[in-house]
């Protein structure tokens, strides 16, 4: 199939309804960059720079490791998910469409359903966080009312992801880059408390804490950098317009936290600088885009499974079951488990996806998306090998997993110290495995 150009005048091309249809390739390099920036921003960041400062298990980083910590964690984890993306660029296809050339069509539906349902969950924290951000401001706006104006301003974003991104790009990324640093500028006015007991034996945890946030893009990158004219500039868009903005976010949070104390409160924080409310209002509103990507990616994932199914309709029904859990459900206080969780399960897939497209398959022109693409069950095992790497280096907080990974620790004579980078790690033996697998396909007759 060819790409063909647009009149001058006109409309701007939508993403399109079916799995079965080409994608435009209209995004810019300032569109992309613009996307993935504000998507670097979010009240999750501000709040989560708390595990960052003190990392579990581990004494309170200064702030200069702290804030190397979120460099590293940032750059590398989004050059983990732009090497994802980028395949969606070359290809065309969508996040999870891409895994039909790793694991073929069938196997590919494995990775779907479980990123539909860990999305499903990111879709309802972020209406969740916007509620607690609203209640922050205001403390007297109803919570369903909260959730359904978000829900359905979500799905209808989703409805129309192209020009949601335009939007972005000329209307939105100014006004939270201005309200950045006006708190940074207001919040730096006072000083930062001294801390006492720090270390940088948590460096390496703290990495990978920053380091989750952004790889759990990953499974959906593919699904806006598909549209980019550019591999490269989308590349290049996505690492350079997230890091940046991830790690202000994360500065300010540590910042905040420091300044509010052990028993404070972030966002109080920010909302207790002269005229708070106004900046911290834009940044309530701007969580909206993360919803938003959620339930688009949401509906890109169940298209994988259904490709001749309208997005529109598919987008709909997850912006309503969204909603409707997010009425339900209140307490997501172990979220940052949930992220360790699912850099153990992401990291290594981009190291897979990367190695066998790049090295392997893609670079001989056998990355086969068709519908009948045949399965390929090898390609879990390099898959599986980094995930239980991350997981002997970094088992996680929830006690009755962290406990398994602890006797296999005994088992295998391993316990993690300063040095145990489980992202890292992970990424290097998943790639490993998978040059392994490369080399012994190329020596298969023909």
Not at 2 to 8: C, D, L, R
Not at 76 to 93: E, H, N, P, Y
Not at 340 to 364: C, K, N, Q
Request: proline share 6%.
């Amino acid at each position: 199939m060819t790409t063909t150009t647009p009149p001058a005048n006109a409309a701007p091309a939508e993403a399109p309804l079916r799995l079965t249809t080409e994608a435009p390739r209209t995004l810019t390099f300032s569109d992309q960059a613009a996307f993935w920036a504000n998507l670097g921003v979010s009240l999750i960041g501000f709040s989560s720079a708390a595990v960052v400062l003190v990392p579990i298990g581990y004494s309170p980083l200064p702030i200069p490791a702290s804030l190397l910590a979120i460099a590293v964690g940032t750059v590398a984890g989004m050059m983990m998910t732009a090497l994802a993306g980028v395949v969606g660029t070359r290809t065309g296809a969508p996040a999870m469409a891409v895994l039909r050339g790793l694991f073929g069509t069938r196997l590919s539906f494995l990775p779907s359903v479980a990123n539909i349902f860990q999305l499903i969950g990111w879709g309802v924290y972020e209406l969740t966080v916007i509620v607690q951000g609203v209640d922050a401001m205001t403390g007297r706006i109803p919570r369903p009312l909260v959730v359904v104006a978000a829900g359905a301003l979500c799905t209808a974003m989703a409805i129309w992801p192209l020009s949601i991104l335009r939007i972005l790009r000329k209307y939105v990324t100014a006004a939270v880059g201005v309200s950045m640093l006006y708190f940074t500028v207001q919040l730096l006015r006072n000083p930062i408390p001294h801390q006492t007991g720090t270390s940088w034996s948590g460096f390496f945890p703290a990495v990978d804490a920053a380091l989750a946030l952004s790889v759990s893009f990953l499974p959906m990158a593919a699904d806006y950098m598909r549209h980019a004219r550019d591999a490269r500039q989308a590349g290049g868009a996505a690492v350079l317009g997230y890091s940046i903005t991830q790690f202000w976010c994360y500065a300010i949070g540590i910042v905040a936290l420091l300044q509010a104390g052990p028993d404070g409160d972030v966002f109080h924080t920010m909302l207790g600088v002269s005229a708070g409310w106004v900046f911290f209002l834009v940044l309530v509103l701007r969580e909206s885009d993360q919803s938003f990507a959620n339930v688009y990616s949401t509906a890109m994932s169940v298209q994988n499974l259904l490709p001749r199914v309208d997005r529109r309709v598919l987008a709909g029904a997850v912006g309503a079951l969204v909603t409707v859990i997010a009425l339900f459900v209140h307490d997501l206080g172990g979220f940052s488990n949930f992220l360790g969780l699912i850099g153990s399960v992401f990291v290594p897939l981009a190291a897979v996806v990367g190695v066998d497209y790049f090295l392997g398959r893609g670079r001989e022109g056998r990355w086969d998306l068709s519908e009948r693409s045949p399965a390929r069950p090898a390609m879990l095992l390099p898959w599986a090998v980094g995930f239980v790497v991350y997981q002997v280096l970094n088992p996680g907080s929830v006690s009755w997993w962290a406990r398994i990974w602890t006797h296999v620790q005994d088992w295998i004579g391993v316990h993690p110290g300063w040095w145990a980078s489980a992202s890292l790690y992970s990424f290097a033996a998943a790639a490993l495995a998978t040059w392994a697998l490369v080399l012994l396909d190329r020596r298969r007759p023909a």
